[in-house]
């Protein structure tokens, strides 16, 4: 038996957690399991500068390659785990190897979903972005003149839809819901980035699905909608979320819902192994969610190094997430399902503002666009456990934010 700690993946938390571990002064031998060519990299650049050719790999990385040596984190990129057995703690290895392990943390994330094979038909120029492989293979594609179809208004085919039209191309987004970002955002933060993208001449159609894709010698040319209509198209953009990337749990018998299950420090069903990051799905006000973000990833990650140590630490997520779109930077403090109102106010600066978002009389979270000021107050009064009494102050377009502080 070992008393290495594997970690399978090689994203954001599995970073976070090493780094966490050796600040901690535990020098256990770690191996980390990258699928990916790569050492771990940030993630949310992909879509925007990255893509645009404004950052490179390099700058994407968390540390220079020679940090993980130095610090005595073996990362195995190319490698994918392909089984995992609990009884005699070991993993079996895409490359026909098999590695011991002590304690076990799954780092998977999530991955997007694709479209299904009745609507793309073997189609070529149809793409998805999650790594940097991915943008990668569509950065060529991404040419002015050329007509880019989005599906899907999210919060990542709208980053798309934005870098797209920066580089000259003409961009269509269409979204099955009446609405987009109809589950992430209420529908005055929604209006507001309709009317941005369509101010930058973005063909933005709501309620409208795609029925197929056609094309001509393997390559997609055309999209067919539920609503009849045609749309010539030379690239197709896929942003229809994601999903846990769970199936290497479930398949060793770990307890897994939407993602795998873990308590609040990290533990899933098994006690020698641990999740974190987008596939772990965790107990939050009640819900039992997966937190899609950089920060939960971050945060997350340094709790469970914790609770290797031994620090037993409860992990109470305090979320934040952004996107950038144009020159629009929106910030999110807080989580907003089970919202029942929201407040809007007008920020101190020309196209500033932001949501309030209300269960009852509690404050829950905030969408804070081009206003940092809203952002900063938002998140230290959901930080700070300040969430009741101040429906009628930020009502008020008198009140100064800072004195809710």
């Known amino acids: 038996m070992s008393d290495r700690l594997v970690i399978i993946g090689g994203g954001q938390a599995a970073f976070a957690c090493v780094a966490k571990l050796r600040a901690l002064n535990d020098m256990r031998p770690v191996t980390i399991l990258s699928r990916e060519a790569s050492y771990p990299y940030q993630r949310p650049p992909l879509s925007k500068k990255y893509l645009l050719g404004e950052m490179s790999l390099d700058r994407l990385m968390f540390r220079p390659v020679e940090w993980y040596a130095e610090n005595a984190v073996e990362v195995m990129t190319g490698v994918?785990?392909?089984?995992?057995?609990?009884?005699?703690?070991?993993?079996?290895?895409?490359?026909?190897?098999?590695?011991?392990?002590?304690?076990?943390?799954?780092?998977?994330?999530?991955?997007?979903?694709?479209?299904?094979?009745?609507?793309?038909h073997g189609l070529s120029g149809i793409?998805?972005?999650?790594?940097?492989?991915?943008?990668?293979?569509?950065?060529?594609?991404?040419?002015a003149g050329k007509r880019l179809l989005v599906i899907g208004g999210g919060y990542i085919g709208l980053e798309a839809a934005s870098v797209a039209r920066h580089l000259g191309l003409e961009v269509a987004v269409i979204e099955a819901a009446d609405r987009i970002l109809a589950r992430v955002a209420a529908p005055t933060t929604a209006a507001l980035f309709r009317d941005i993208h369509r101010a930058h001449g973005v063909e933005l159609l709501e309620g409208v699905g795609l029925a197929a894709l056609t094309g001509e010698a393997g390559r997609v040319t055309g999209a067919e909608l539920s609503d009849g209509r045609h749309l010539d198209v030379d690239l197709v953009i896929a942003g229809i979320g994601a999903y846990a990337e769970d199936a290497l749990a479930r398949a060793a018998g770990i307890a897994c819902g939407n993602g795998i299950t873990v308590d609040a420090y990290g533990g899933t069903s098994d006690p020698d192994v641990y999740a974190m990051g987008d596939c772990a799905e965790q107990a939050w006000k009640g819900l039992h969610l997966r937190i899609e973000s950089v920060q939960n990833a971050v945060d997350q990650g340094e709790n469970v190094a914790l609770n290797?140590?031994?620090?037993?630490?409860?992990?109470?997520?305090?979320?934040?997430?952004?996107?950038?779109?144009?020159?629009?930077?929106?910030?999110?403090?807080?989580?907003?399902?089970?919202?029942?109102?929201?407040?809007?106010?007008?920020?101190?600066r020309e196209g500033a503002s932001s949501v309030w978002y209300f269960a009852g009389a509690e404050l829950i979270a905030v969408d804070a666009i081009n206003d940092a000021k809203a952002y900063v107050t938002g998140k230290k009064l959901l930080d700070g456990g300040r969430t009741t009494g101040l429906r009628d102050a930020i009502a008020d377009p008198a009140t100064d934010l800072k004195s809710l502080i």
């Open 308 to 348: 290797l140590t031994g620090a037993r630490e409860a992990y109470r997520p305090k979320p934040w997430f952004w996107s950038d779109q144009y020159d629009v930077k929106l910030q999110i403090a807080g989580f907003n399902p089970g919202y029942d109102e929201t407040i809007t106010r007008a920020g101190t």
């Open 127 to 143: 793409f998805t972005i999650r790594s940097f492989a991915d943008a990668d293979r569509l950065r060529p594609h991404m040419q």
């Open 80 to 120: 994918s785990a392909v089984s995992v057995d609990r009884m005699s703690k070991t993993i079996q290895l895409s490359t026909g190897e098999s590695l011991s392990y002590d304690k076990l943390v799954f780092a998977t994330g999530s991955a997007p979903r694709n479209l299904p094979e009745a609507l793309t």
